[in-house]
Nanobody
Framework: QVQLVESGGGLVQAGGSLRLSCAAS????????MGWFLQAPGQERELVAG????????YYADSVKGRFTISRKNAKNTVYLQMNSLKPEETAVYYC??????????????????WGQGTQVTVSS
């Protein structure tokens, strides 16, 4: 099994920045593609960014391109999401996810095998 633990969420003013981290533990040799999702209140969970194994390819939702950066440090079993110029509508719980078999970028949340508990990001206007 793999456990994912997110950190780095919090309260930030509009236009500010946050850096989320997601640390994997357990059978990390089975962690391949990873992604960050957000779920706003009353909304469906949506993919924000994804990264392949070992990290050469990335994907971003159109709404965050140019502002968010996903990266990973495989030696530390950690994936990051640098979020700049945050907007109030990006207030949500952010989840880290990992796929146990696919190395390329995974867009479908149903394909991910492991999920973190989520970290709250609140952007005030």
């Amino acid at each position: 099994q793999v456990q994912l633990v997110e950190s780095g969420g919090g309260l930030v003013q509009a236009g500010g920045s946050l850096r989320l981290s997601c640390a994997a533990s357990g059978r990390t040799c089975t962690v391949y593609a990873m992604g960050w999702f957000l779920q706003a209140p009353g909304q469906e969970r949506e993919l924000v960014a994804g990264i392949s194994w070992p990290g050469k390819k990335t994907y971003y939702a159109d709404s965050v391109k140019g502002r968010f950066t996903i990266s990973r440090k495989n030696a530390k079993n950690t994936v990051y999401l640098q979020m700049n110029s945050l907007k109030p509508e990006e207030t949500a719980v952010y989840y880290c996810a990992a796929d146990g078999t696919i190395a390329t970028i995974v867009l479908d949340e149903n394909e991910y095998d492991y999920w973190g508990q989520g970290t709250q990001v609140t952007v005030s206007s």
